[in-house]
């Protein structure tokens, strides 16, 4: 089955340091999406990617959709201590799967902690 | 706007007890999930419901049994668990389940305990 790569699997940063996590597959994604997980709470998501080579930001987070389908990139620019939590890649099954969208296959997740 | 809503928030139950989880989705969605998340895991969907209809069942033991009486409410009903069940159970809710803008919005979920 489809399975997501996230890199890395956690991460000790300064404040104010850039971060940056990637999230590979050997299938091709049609949709990616990145989600934060903060402790004790469900997901949130942060960016969604519909078109390869799309680059797209939500504040100091900035997402690009690999030219290949099969990677995506997330980079957080002058990390701060609300950063912290699990960095969560998911991106739907293929039709050609004969699955629904709905179906995400969720990486396990990059934990990020930072040091203030 | 509370989004998605669950509870309770923790719940510790013996092998032997019959427990419900309980998620409200204030979105006006017409898809909502069930997921668990276990440690070192990916999130594993369980059952999802699109217009009060199953349309998904991953497999999952019958000791868990889903309920969705309307599209802004879902139920997880739970009876003779074990303790490799304990898990922070997820709900989420979609605007519909097939187009791939239906993003899934996720509650803070419950932190089950199984002794």
Known sequence: GQQLNQSPQSMFIQEGEDVSMNCTSSSIFNTWLWYKQDPGEGPVLLIALYKAGELTSNGRLTAQFGITRKDSFLNISASIPSDVGIYFCAGPRGFDSGAGSYQLTFGKGTKLSVIP | ?115
């Open chain 2, 1 to 115: 706007e509370t989004g998605v809503t669950q509870t309770p928030r923790h719940l510790v139950m013996g092998m032997t007890n019959k427990k419900s989880l309980k998620c409200e989705q204030h979105l006006g969605h017409n898809a909502m999930y069930w997921y668990k998340q276990s440690a070192k895991k990916p999130l594993e969907l369980m059952f999802v419901y699109s217009l009060e209809e199953r349309v998904e069942n991953n497999s999952v033991p019958s000791r868990f049994s889903p309920e969705c009486p309307n599209s802004s409410h879902l139920f997880l009903h739970l009876h003779t668990l074990q303790p490799e069940d304990s898990a922070l159970y997820l709900c989420a809710s979609s605007r519909g389940v097939r187009g791939f803008t239906d993003t899934q919005y996720f509650g803070p979920g419950t932190r089950l305990t199984v002794l």
